[in-house]
C-alpha cells in the first residue's frame, strides 16, 4: 500500500547548523510533496511543497529536494534558530488526493 | 493562520456515544479533507469532500462519516465511540481543480474514557 517513511524521528542541532530530514515514499504516481510543521497544541502548517516536476526548491532557509527515480525527498534547513524547534513531517499525494504522512521528525535546536 | 477554523476545540466523551465536529474552510476553499491524529503520530486520512459529495475515504469504519455543505463548511460525525478514537482530528482545506496545498485547521482534541 501507500507508504512515506520519515527519519530521523529525533534531530537534535546547535543553534545555526543545518539540519536535514529525510523521506522515501512507496506509490511511485505520487506527484506533490509537502512539508509540515507542527508546534505543540496547532494544526500542522505547510512550509513549503514541491512537485513531482521539479528537482529542488528553495525558500529563504528552507529547501527541499526530490529524486523522483529513487522516491527519496528531503528537507533542509539552514542557519537554524530556536523557533525552528518543532515536529516536522513530510508527506506525499497524487494531486488533490489524499496525504499520505510520514509518522514526523522532532527536531530540536539546541542553545 | 491559515483561515481554518474547527470547533470545539476539546471534546470529552464516553465510549458508545456519538460526536460531531466542524470545520468551516477557507474564504475560496471547495474541498474539505478529514484527518484524524493520533498521540506521537502523523495525521491518517479518513475521508475528503468535494462539492458536498465524499471524494475518496481512508480504511476508517462506515461509523465515521461526514458532511459538506453548499458553503464548503464540513462536519464529521463518528458514532459508537471507542477508546481508540481518543485522537485530534484535523479538517484541511483546499482549492481542487486549481493546486494541490491543503492548509490545516488548529484541529479538535477528542478525549473517549
Do not use: M
Not at chain 1, 24 to 41: C, I, M, R
Request: glycine residues 8%; hydrophobic residues 30%.
Amino acid at each position: 500500500g501507500e507508504n512515506v517513511e520519515q527519519h530521523p524521528s529525533t534531530l537534535s542541532v546547535q543553534e545555526g547548523d543545518s539540519a536535514v530530514i529525510k523521506c522515501t515514499y512507496s506509490d511511485s504516481a505520487s506527484n506533490y510533496f509537502p512539508w509540515y510543521k507542527q508546534e505543540l497544541g496547532k494544526g500542522p502548517q505547510l512550509i513549503i511543497d514541491i512537485r513531482s516536476n521539479v528537482g529542488e526548491k528553495k525558500d529563504q532557509r528552507i529547501a527541499v529536494t526530490l529524486n523522483k527515480t529513487a522516491k527519496h525527498f528531503s528537507l533542509h534547513i539552514t542557519e537554524t534558530q530556536p523557533e525552528d524547534s518543532a515536529v516536522y513531517f513530510c508527506a506525499a499525494s497524487k494531486g488533490n488526493d489524499k496525504i499520505i504522512f510520514g509518522k514526523g521528525t522532532r527536531l530540536h535546536i539546541l542553545p | 493562520e491559515t483561515g481554518v477554523t474547527q470547533s470545539p476545540t476539546h471534546l470529552i466523551k464516553t465510549r458508545g456515544q456519538q460526536v460531531t465536529l466542524r470545520c468551516s474552510s477557507q474564504s475560496g476553499h471547495n474541498t474539505v479533507s478529514w484527518y484524524q491524529q493520533a498521540l506521537g503520530q502523523g495525521p491518517q486520512f479518513i475521508f475528503q469532500y468535494y462539492r458536498e459529495e465524499e471524494n475518496g475515504r481512508g480504511n476508517f469504519p462506515p461509523r465515521f462519516s461526514g458532511l459538506q455543505f453548499p458553503n464548503y463548511s464540513s462536519e464529521l460525525n463518528v458514532n459508537a465511540l471507542e477508546l481508540d478514537d481518543s485522537a485530534l482530528y484535523l479538517c484541511a482545506s483546499s482549492l481542487a481543480g486549481v493546486n494541490y496545498e491543503q492548509y490545516f485547521g488548529p484541529g479538535t482534541r477528542l478525549t473517549v474514557t
